[in-house]
């Protein structure tokens, strides 16, 4: 049998560029995941730490390499324990690849009626500087935070969503979450951002929004009850001031399926699945 060297040689460099590629690329995806965030000081202070090491490797300093030595080897408890809202954050996104598909009842998209509704009360307490926080469950559970809050189990109306933000009223403080096209709680704590890039003038409601969009894939509006602007954040993005055009397009586009928009292939997998685990049922 003949080998081709430079056959080999060539298949060998690709993956080499390859396997260096995914390194990288899996750095950048480190390096978004914790932008904006304390783990980006907790990087720095371990980067010198590093480097303090290399030095004094270099300069043969016994005592000051075993000292730092012992630091890094116990670093991997240290590092899980640190990090483990990145961490959380990380495998949730990850979870919610597309490659795992989902439970079809859980990512049930909200229809036209809900946008309209949503609309309805956006539009009122905006008008009327009525402070606001709804979250949309999507394919990542809220199951921790809807324990936290009221339940409700009620069909969504503008009117209702409207009623329970009223100031003074007993629900009015906290979330409401939307879950399968029912508003499930009101009243419930949803987490808050350290995100430094959050501008200082926005209060505790866009600090929850932020940061249950930063350990799920949840879609949350806010109406400010200062200005009466319209905020939506999702998957640790904000979009500030939004009109009522933008909002609209946005939610529309999120939450109510094209006509012609037809199931991929592991889409189609799942709900057979899922229908033929209903009907043996």
């Known amino acids: 049998m003949k080998f081709d060297l430079q056959s080999i040689l060539t298949w060998q460099n690709l993956m080499n560029v390859l396997d260096i590629l995914i390194v990288w690329y899996i750095i950048y995806r480190l390096i978004m995941l914790v932008r904006g965030t304390k783990a980006v000081q907790l990087v720095k202070g371990i980067s010198l730490i590093i480097i303090v090491r290399i030095i004094a490797g270099f300069l043969n300093l016994h005592t000051l390499t075993y000292f730092v030595d012992q630091i890094l080897s116990w670093s991997v408890i240290g590092?899980?324990?640190?990090?483990?809202?990145?961490?959380?954050?990380?495998?949730?996104?990850?979870?919610?690849?597309p490659i795992f598909g989902g439970n079809p009842v859980s990512e049930k998209k909200t229809s036209?009626?809900?946008?309209?509704?949503?609309?309805?009360?956006i539009q009122y307490m905006s008008?009327?500087?009525?402070?606001?926080?709804?979250?949309?469950?999507?394919?990542?559970?809220?199951e921790d935070y809807i324990e936290t809050g009221i339940p409700l189990?009620?069909?969504?109306?503008?009117?209702?969503?409207?009623?329970?933000?009223?100031p003074n009223t007993p629900l009015h403080d906290g979330a409401v979450i939307i879950r399968d096209n029912k508003i499930a709680v009101a009243a419930a704590y949803l987490p808050l951002s350290d995100n430094?890039?959050?501008?200082?003038?926005?209060?505790?409601?866009?600090?929850?929004?932020?940061?249950?969009?930063?350990?799920?894939?949840?879609?949350?509006?806010?109406?400010s009850e200062e200005t009466g602007g319209v905020t939506i954040t999702r998957n640790s993005q904000f979009m500030l001031d939004l009109t009522r055009a933008e909002y609209m397009k946005y939610l529309t586009a999120q939450l109510v399926p094209p006509e012609d928009e037809k199931p991929n292939w592991y889409q189609r997998i799942v709900n057979k699945l899922w229908n033929w685990g209903s009907n043996k049922k």
């Open 79 to 97: 590092i899980i324990v640190i990090f483990q809202p990145e961490i959380r954050r990380g495998l949730e996104h990850l979870g919610r690849s």
């Open 112 to 121: 036209e009626r809900m946008v309209h509704e949503l609309d309805k009360a």
């Open 127 to 142: 008008k009327r500087r009525i402070g606001a926080l709804i979250t949309i469950q999507q394919s990542t559970g809220l």
């Open 153 to 166: 189990d009620a069909d969504i109306s503008g009117e209702l969503l409207i009623n329970i933000f009223i």
């Open 196 to 223: 430094s890039t959050i501008p200082k003038k926005l209060g505790t409601r866009h600090r929850a929004a932020v940061g249950i969009s930063e350990v799920t894939d949840a879609i949350t509006i806010v109406v």
